[in-house]
């Protein structure tokens, strides 16, 4: 009720998402909010990665987890991250992506970090390219905003001209989903 009428949040092409099977939904990233804004848009529960840092203050690392967060070392190449992001997808889940690797409040999608189309690539993932407006307005200065939050959701991408590993094609396979969000993000 909260989304939906003080903040008409309104989404279109969430049936996109499969019903079953490993899928990646990739998005850009403008708030600390964006989890929880993407994490209602879709019906099935989603897993996604967060800096470690929300982790080490007991009350804040369960509320991140309660929401399907885990953490990752961000300045480090985190093996234990890799690991559990391959394991949510041979389990059939869905693992939610903000591959800017940063949150950017501006009005650019920025380019993806190659880890995406590893973990796309290696986890057979369905990737689901996504968008969103809004969230970064949802607090301003230090007072509430209530910005119409709006979400896009694209048709699944096709990347299975991408075959072998290798940085040249997890970065391509990111370069792709970079374009696709871009895409949304003009219509949103």
């Known amino acids: 009720p909260v989304f939906g009428g003080l903040y008409r949040c309104r989404v279109r092409g969430a049936e996109h998402l499969p019903a079953e099977g490993p899928a990646i939904i990739v998005i850009n990233h403008k708030a600390n909010i964006d989890p929880v804004i993407v994490g209602m848009v879709f ?6 990665m ?3 840092e929300l982790f080490s203050f007991t009350p804040l690392g369960m509320l991140v987890a309660s929401l399907g967060a885990f953490p990752i070392d961000r300045g480090a190449g985190d093996r234990a991250a890799l690991e559990t992001s391959l394991a949510v997808l041979r389990q059939g889940g869905v693992l939610l992506m903000f591959p800017e690797g ?3 409040p501006d009005d650019e999608v920025h380019e993806f970090m190659p880890g995406v189309g590893m973990l796309a690539l290696r986890g057979g993932a369905t ?3 996504a968008a969103s407006k809004g969230t970064p307005e949802m607090w301003r200065d230090g007072r509430p905003g209530f910005p ?4 896009l959701v694209g048709p699944p ?3 299975s001209d991408l075959t072998g590993r290798g940085s040249k094609v997890y970065t391509e396979a990111a370069r792709r989903m970079q374009v ?4 949304l993000y003009e219509r949103v």
Request: hydrophobic content about 50%.
């Open 43 to 48: 019906d099935r529960p989603l897993r996604f």
């Open 50 to 52: 967060a800096k470690k």
């Open 127 to 129: 990737v689901i390219p």
């Open 102 to 104: 940063h949150r950017y």
């Open 157 to 159: 991408l096709d990347l």
């Open 180 to 183: 696709a969000v871009a895409g």
């Open 148 to 151: 119409a939050l709006r979400v």
